[in-house]
């Protein structure tokens, strides 16, 4: 049977490797780093490589750009792990293929090289053979810590593993275990947490959670459209009228398998996103025009007394329109509910989880923090990701 190797399994030393990890971070409006979990949880797999008198190349890749874009530049994030590693000189490469390849031959111990953002190169989205002949030329081994870009079909996630002994990293280790205790060996009861926008982009996730959770709690904006599969409409919150079909379906098969998909039965509305002024409102008393932006107080109450009495946990998705603070309050309160059960595993995943959250003091009562959101549910809903099937041997 095929099997991840993980770098915590076998001797890697004195090599140079290629590091693919997840530094898609979110920034502020002037590009500055807003926050950097994402960097310190690749911690264990560097310390570790480096230990070893291994010389590392980073990869990895930040936003959406469609080309050559400043604003998209890792310059920033060069300079963060610097702070984190002052005993070590790290160097961001601007184009790797146009470079004096002298910065890799001659690359020391005390260096750590960090190629500019991968999608610069249109080549990494069409896992193009001889681009990735280029990239896997620069390293002897290469491991995969970016858990949470795993789901991606691209160059230096899955192609590239086929070019040069390949391992899974320490966190990639961590998530495939702590996501897999919910798929495999999962205490009942199981409550699945859902926020965000769209059913059609979690409908095959949100049927195998009908098949494995007691309690499916929806809430955000994807709560409207099973809102209009009940039979409630309202002019301005965003029912998606095409996914309404799906909704009831999720609703019959949940029927079906005795899980029960849990909605809000009371909402925080006003007239505008930048409101300060909120009501209360049962979901058959909603106006036409007003906007449906927080769970109520009953709903609360609740989502919290199944998720007080739940074994498994996983949540992912805010519960209102966060930008706003007079309607993050849902979402806070799931927060506090989840870290005050400590007798349940839980998992949360997805930055729009990790962003909508106020205080962060209360992190680490949470069992495992995902650093994937698409890929934590996808690892949900598949049992395997491309990324982990690629480094299977």
């Not at 070590?88 to 890799?104: A, E, G, N, Q």
């Not at 798929?183 to 926008?197: F, M, W």
């Not at 994937?372 to 690892?379: D, P, S, V």
Request: charged content about 25%; glycine content about 6%.
């Amino acid at each position: 049977m095929k099997k991840i190797t993980y770098i915590d399994e076998v001797s890697i030393t004195n090599q140079t490797v290629l590091l693919r990890v997840d530094y898609n971070i979110s920034l502020t409006k002037n590009s500055q780093i807003a926050d950097d979990a994402r960097i310190q949880q690749t911690f264990p797999t560097i310390d570790l490589l480096l230990k070893n008198k291994n010389k590392l190349i980073i990869i990895t890749y930040l936003g959406r750009p469609n080309s050559r874009d400043p604003k998209f530049s890792l310059k920033n994030v060069a300079k963060r792990l610097q702070e984190y590693y002052p005993k070590y000189r790290v160097t961001l490469i601007d184009d790797f293929l146009t470079t004096d390849k002298s910065i890799f031959t001659k690359q020391t111990e005390k260096e750590i090289l960090m190629l500019e953002n991968i999608r610069f190169y249109p080549q990494e989205k069409n896992n193009n053979t001889e681009f990735l002949k280029k990239v896997s030329e620069l390293g002897t081994v290469f491991i995969n810590d970016a858990f949470g870009q795993c789901h991606r079909v691209e160059g230096t996630i899955v192609g590239i593993a086929h070019l040069l002994p390949s391992y899974g990293g320490l966190l990639l280790k961590k998530e495939v275990k702590m996501i897999s205790k919910i798929i495999e060996s999962p205490k009942k009861p199981i409550v699945a947490i859902l926020g965000g926008a769209k059913v059609s982009t979690k409908i095959n996730l949100l049927i195998k959670l009908t098949k494995i959770a007691d309690y499916v709690l929806i809430g955000g904006k994807m709560a409207n459209t099973f809102f209009c599969a009940q039979g409630y409409t309202n002019n301005q919150s965003s029912c998606q009228y095409d996914e309404v079909e799906n909704a009831r379906r999720l609703i019959y098969l949940a029927q079906n398998k005795n899980t029960k998909i849990v909605l809000p039965k009371d909402v925080a509305i006003a007239y505008s996103l930048d409101s300060e002024i909120t009501q209360i409102k049962k979901i058959n008393e909603i106006p036409n025009k007003a906007l449906i932006l927080d769970i109520g107080p009953e709903t609360q109450a609740e989502f919290g007394t199944i998720i007080a009495n739940a074994n498994t946990i996983v949540w992912n998705g805010p519960m209102g329109y966060i930008e706003n603070p007079h309607f993050r309050i849902g979402t806070d309160f799931i927060y506090y509910t989840i870290t005050d059960n400590q007798h349940a595993h839980s998992v949360v995943g997805g930055g729009d989880t990790l962003s909508a959250i106020s205080k962060k003091e209360y992190l680490d009562k949470i069992t495992h923090i995902s650093s994937g959101g698409g890929a934590m549910l996808e690892f949900i809903e598949k049992g395997t990701l491309p990324g982990i099937e690629a480094l299977k041997k």
